[in-house]
């Protein structure tokens, strides 16, 4: 294959799919492309515990500022879906799992899920059952990372015990 540049036809670097800097110099596009996404990756941090708790939730659940006030003992609650407690990191972080404190009124089967925010609210996790015991959960980890500023969660269940609780929630990168 043959590019013309300024009308000079050339096989120069720009068919390699790495940079070879040998006659012309020039950076085959797809490994700036590389490079640039590689640098991005590097100045995106993972979300870290202190950061996640830096701001106090916001949204429409009741003491939503709970959920991630680092204190079990204070509990968040929901009683309408759609209800949620949203946390703004400032910044765009990565997120790669979490984990939740419960509370034993629980019946179980009030569920919750996670989104998160990039210019647009996603889903990360849904069908999150509520836990019944008063203590953590395992750290569980979703199938994808993902970069965002802000997360919310959702209740999308009322749980039959009248309310869905958080008395904490870690999400970290
Ligand atoms: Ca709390």
Known sequence: MT?????????GDMLKSTYDPDKDGIIALAQLAAAVCSMTETLVPDL???LFQKNAATGTMSFRQRVNDNETT??????AIGEYAEVDFGQT?????????????????????????????????????VRTTEDWSTFAAPAASVWCSKI??????????????????????
Do not use: C, M, P
């Open 152 to 173: 919310r969660i959702t209740a999308t269940t009322i749980d039959t015990g009248g309310y869905n609780y958080i008395a904490e929630i870690e999400i970290l990168g």
């Open 3 to 11: 590019v013309y540049i300024n009308g000079v036809a050339t096989t």
């Open 74 to 79: 204070t509990v968040a609650q929901a009683d």
């Open 48 to 50: 870290f515990l202190e």
């Open 93 to 129: 972080v990565k997120i790669s799992r979490y984990r939740q404190f419960g509370k034993t009124t629980h019946t179980g089967d009030g569920r919750f899920k996670i989104e998160y925010y990039d210019g647009a609210w996603h889903d990360w996790v849904t069908e999150i059952a």
